[in-house]
T-cell receptor
Framework: AQSVTQLGSHVSVSEGALVLLRCNYS??????LFWYVQYPNQGLQLLLK??????LVKGINGFEAEFKKSETSFHLTKPSAHMSDAAEYFC?????????????FGGGTRVLVKP | KAGVTQTPRYLIKTRGQQVTLSCSPI?????VSWYQQTPGQGLQFLFE???????NKGNFPGRFSGRQFSNSRSEMNVSTLELGDSALYLC????????????FGQGTRLTVV
């Protein structure tokens, strides 16, 4: 069974500082990987996805993530935090080659941005 | 293009009752998945429907069921509600190609009292 671990349930950063959110997955073969963001009382919005093409993936709102097979990681970064980045972020995996759409999510990391 | 629409947005039910939640996917999407989000358990996959057939299922009791109609709209039903069923229920639709991103609705907040 696949699993996803997000290190740190809460992260506090200063406005303008680097945002780094960690995600490690457990899977026998590299899965599809996703990062989603959730604002209060909202659904999830896709930031970016890895589907076995380029290992460095650029997403929306200045976020990017790098797939590292040797480390089974897919960490999310943004060079300069903005107040609007305050939200909860979820890493998710989907089995490669499997029929259907079934996401397994990490526990989430809530980001607080300090002025 | 309209996004995924979930109705109602908020719902309060009493223990023992049943509830039906509705999800209208993005036009052209035939896959609809349901997730439960709680503070304690996080985001958990309930089930996925594709072309009116359940294609994947999570580890939830039989009280949780769903269906999909010919227009791809989906409903999920929870019978004999328990306090622990209080959660945000999220619906997501996906394009016909497999393992692409899921587009989420805003969710239905269910409170069981």
């Amino acid at each position: 069974a696949q699993s996803v671990t997000q290190l740190g349930s809460h992260v506090s950063v200063s406005e303008g500082a680097l945002v780094l959110l960690r995600c490690n997955y457990s899977s026998s073969v590299p899965p599809y990987l996703f990062w989603y963001v959730q604002y209060p009382n909202q659904g999830l919005q896709l930031l970016l996805k890895y589907t076995s093409a380029a290992t460095l993936v650029k997403g929306i709102n200045g976020f990017e993530a790098e797939f590292k097979k040797s480390e089974t990681s897919f960490h999310l970064t943004k060079p300069s935090a903005h107040m609007s980045d305050a939200a909860e972020y979820f890493c998710a995996v989907s089995p490669f080659g499997a029929a259907g759409n079934k996401l397994t999510f990490g526990g989430g990391t809530r980001v607080l941005v300090k002025p | 293009k309209a996004g995924v629409t979930q109705t109602p947005r908020y719902l309060i039910k009493t223990r023992g009752q049943q509830v039906t939640l509705s999800c209208s996917p993005i036009s052209g999407h035939r896959s609809v998945s349901w997730y439960q989000q709680t503070p304690g358990q996080g985001l958990q996959f309930l089930f996925e429907y594709f072309s009116e057939t359940q294609r994947n299922k999570g580890n939830f009791p039989g009280r949780f069921s769903g269906r999909q109609f010919s227009n791809s709209r989906s409903e999920m039903n929870v019978s004999t509600l328990e306090l622990g069923d209080s959660a945000l229920y999220l619906c997501a639709s996906s394009p016909p190609q497999g393992n692409t991103e899921a587009f989420f609705g805003q969710g239905t907040r269910l409170t069981v009292v």
